[in-house]
Structure formats: structure tokens, C-alpha cells
Nanobody, 127 residues
């Protein structure tokens, strides 16, 4: 079965940077469309960025210019580089995976449980 495990979340000061990782197993990594979404207490899930099997990417408006998604197919790891972090970026960050979907389409779909697979998440706190 597919498993996704996130890491890299921690507490940082505003203006700082973090790099989140999501290690996957169970399927051919390079054929997945993968992405990151987040959820803060009392708020809805929010898509952040996606990257599909062709390497195309899509970003939510709030992520453009600050966040960068990438993946290492050889190591089966998805990354999210986050720069210039703000307090409103705090929340639980989770990675998601599916296939036969483009990065643009996945950005709006991955917050739904029907999308595919989710990791358990890693906590980011910005103060």
C-alpha cells in the first residue's frame, strides 16, 4: 500500500524558512502527482502546491514567490521549501498523492479525502 511520511515541521520566527519533506513508498514515485496542503485549527484545508508526473507545478496565490515544491524521484521524496514565513502559515502540513491528474487539477482536489493518499502531517508554527 502507499505510505507518505512528512517531516521537517518545527517552530520558527516570522521571516524564517523551513523545508518540509514527504517520503513515499509503495508505488512508482515518478508517476504520481503529489502536493502539499495545510490546515490550521478551526480553518478548512488549504491547497498549497502540486507537482505532476511531467514536472509541471501549480501554486496557490498565497504560496507564489514564497514556497517552492520539488521532488526527487530517485529518493521518492517530495519537498516544500518555505521562505519568508508568516504567522498565518502556521498549521499542520500534509502531503498528498494521486495519479492521472495534472498539477493544476490536483491543486483544487487534493484536500478531498477521495483524492488519493495523504500523510499524517507535520506541524509548522510561525511566531
Amino acid at each position: 500500500d502507499v505510505q507518505l511520511v512528512e517531516s521537517g515541521g518545527e517552530s520558527v520566527q516570522a521571516g524564517g524558512s523551513l523545508r518540509l519533506s514527504c517520503e513515499g513508498s509503495g508505488r512508482t514515485y515518478d508517476k504520481w502527482c503529489m502536493g502539499w496542503f495545510r490546515q490550521a485549527p478551526g480553518k478548512e484545508r488549504e491547497g498549497i502546491a502540486t507537482i505532476d508526473s511531467s514536472g509541471r507545478t501549480a501554486y496557490a496565490d498565497f504560496a507564489k514567490g514564497r514556497f517552492t515544491i520539488s521532488k526527487d524521484n530517485a529518493k521518492s521524496i517530495l519537498y516544500l521549501q518555505m521562505d519568508n514565513l508568516k504567522p498565518e502559515d502556521s498549521g499542520t502540513y500534509r502531503c498528498a498523492a494521486s495519479w492521472d491528474v495534472t498539477a493544476t487539477a490536483a491543486l483544487g482536489r487534493m484536500t478531498s479525502p477521495e483524492f488519493g493518499y495523504w500523510g499524517e502531517g507535520t506541524q509548522v508554527t510561525v511566531s
